[in-house]
């Protein structure tokens, strides 16, 4: 397989991701600074300017006519104007030495922007909490020079980032949840097509073959892609060589039936003739156990080879009515009694055959091996539907061997398997058909006699 040379994509993917990330963060809590420094230095706006002119060449003509005209109450009201939305502007006329000359009140705010103007150097305006300030405009009077600064005391709406900036600790939380928000989006664009894959995994371990890696996920031109198409191409693999091996079991299985008739034919011919014996008696005897086995293993394939058949919606007591018939019959007739517990409103989706003959094999097992009583009980929920079949017989001595005897061929050392002279296929059976309804069955003693067997099938 030829090595790809395309760079390392989710390398690429997970550092630009981050680095974008924390870089957009970064810029966003740097650029809030720069944003208020360049509103503080905002140019005088023309409408405010030209008020600053229009007072100032009032008092500089008061001032001209009476140096002392200050401290009156007219040169008062020269200071204080409405603006074009009529609202109150208050002007602070200042000297030379940096003294307001006109009010003994002087706010901290203004006392601040005449700081910040004699740094810029030029005229300019700043949004306070409560009070706007802009200025100054210089301009002689008497032999004096004088600077003009204007305020609106009434509150102005500030620019958005000025919140921020006032409110560190809630810009700090913004920033960390923003952040969080773009590595999410960025776990979610890599984290789902892995969760597709171990999906489809886990749908491939529990033996659904056809599980694949959808399309949206194969198209991907990054390493998941990659990964998604190299576990469609294994599991393509593994369901071809399962179904190869199936078919090839059930050849064989046919095969076996042609010389194994042939020979069922040569001993009823001999027995025709006349050529009975213990000898002949006994290959009769196995080739029946023969034909049994083949019987078995082509049910096994078959079952095994039609695990995603169709299912249908059907009562469980339609499903197993004929094969509880049956079982009750084959009780009676060993002196032993079958009592069904199965509520006639329980229906699920269902391959009737496969499920009558998996509930057919656990029945036959448990009335084989029951002193006297067989149970099976049905319970639904809104998810699943319990069925429980209990025997009153001995049990399985070995505990492990209770997982393990649903598996093809195997037969625990007991008495409970060993005298029933079969070959371990029953039960496989039923454990192929109950993964077929992706269901579940679990074996367990009860104390201090008898088995349980519990089979849920989702509704």
């Not at 600064?149 to 006032?166: N, V």
Request: contains cysteine; neutral net charge.
């Amino acid at each position: 397989m030829a090595v790809s040379k395309l760079p390392n994509r989710i390398f690429i993917k997970l550092l630009l991701g981050f680095w974008l990330c924390s870089s957009l963060i970064i810029a966003i809590v740097g650029l809030l600074p720069l944003l208020q420094q360049n509103h503080d230095r905002a140019p005088l706006p023309p409408h405010l300017a030209k008020m600053l002119v229009r007072i100032a060449e009032r008092v500089s003509i008061r001032l001209e006519d009476d140096p002392q005209a200050i401290n009156n109450s007219r040169f008062k009201r020269l200071t204080h104007i409405r603006d074009r939305n009529d609202k109150p502007v208050r002007f602070y006329i200042v000297d030379h030495q940096g003294r307001v000359i006109n009010s003994h009140k002087v706010s901290r705010g203004l006392r601040r922007f005449m700081l910040m103007t004699d740094e810029a150097e030029r005229p300019m305006t700043h949004q306070f909490k409560r009070e706007l300030i802009f200025g100054p405009y210089k301009f002689n009077a008497a032999g004096e020079q004088y600077s003009i600064y204007g305020r609106l005391a009434d509150h102005h709406p500030r620019p958005w980032f000025f919140f921020f900036a006032e409110n560190k600790l809630l810009t700090l939380s913004l920033a960390i949840m923003l952040s969080g928000l773009l590595c999410g989006l960025l776990a979610w664009h890599l984290g789902k097509p892995l969760r597709t894959l171990r999906l489809s995994a886990d749908a491939l371990a529990a033996g659904d073959l056809t599980s694949r890696v959808d399309k949206a996920t194969t198209n991907r031109k990054d390493e998941i892609g990659q990964l998604a198409l190299a576990f469609n191409g294994m599991a393509n693999s593994v369901e071809n060589m399962v179904k190869s091996q199936q078919r090839l079991i059930s050849d064989i299985s046919h095969e076996l039936r042609t010389p194994l008739t042939r020979l069922q034919l040569a001993l009823a011919l001999a027995r025709k003739k006349g050529q009975e014996s213990a000898e002949t008696q006994r290959i009769g005897y196995e080739a029946e156990q023969l034909e049994q086995m083949i019987a078995e293993l082509l049910e096994l394939s078959r079952v095994k080879l039609n695990i995603h058949d169709t299912k249908h919606q059907l009562s469980l007591n339609e499903t197993l009515s004929q094969v509880l018939d049956d079982a009750d019959f084959e009780a009676s007739q060993q002196g032993k009694a079958l009592v069904i517990d199965i509520d006639d409103a329980i229906s699920l989706p269902t391959n009737p055959r496969l499920l009558a003959r998996a509930i057919e094999n656990v029945l036959r097992n448990a009335i084989r091996y029951a002193e006297q009583q067989v149970d099976i009980t049905a319970q639904a929920s809104d998810t699943e539907i319990t069925i429980i079949i209990c025997d009153d017989g001995p049990g399985i001595e070995n505990e492990q061997d209770l997982h393990a005897i649903f598996d093809p061929f195997y037969r625990p050392q007991t008495a409970r398997e060993r005298e029933s002279g079969g070959w371990g296929l029953g039960l496989a059976i039923t454990m192929a058909a109950i993964d077929a309804h992706q269901g579940q069955i679990i074996a367990e003693n009860i104390h201090p006699d008898g088995l349980r067997v519990t089979i849920k099938l989702p509704c």
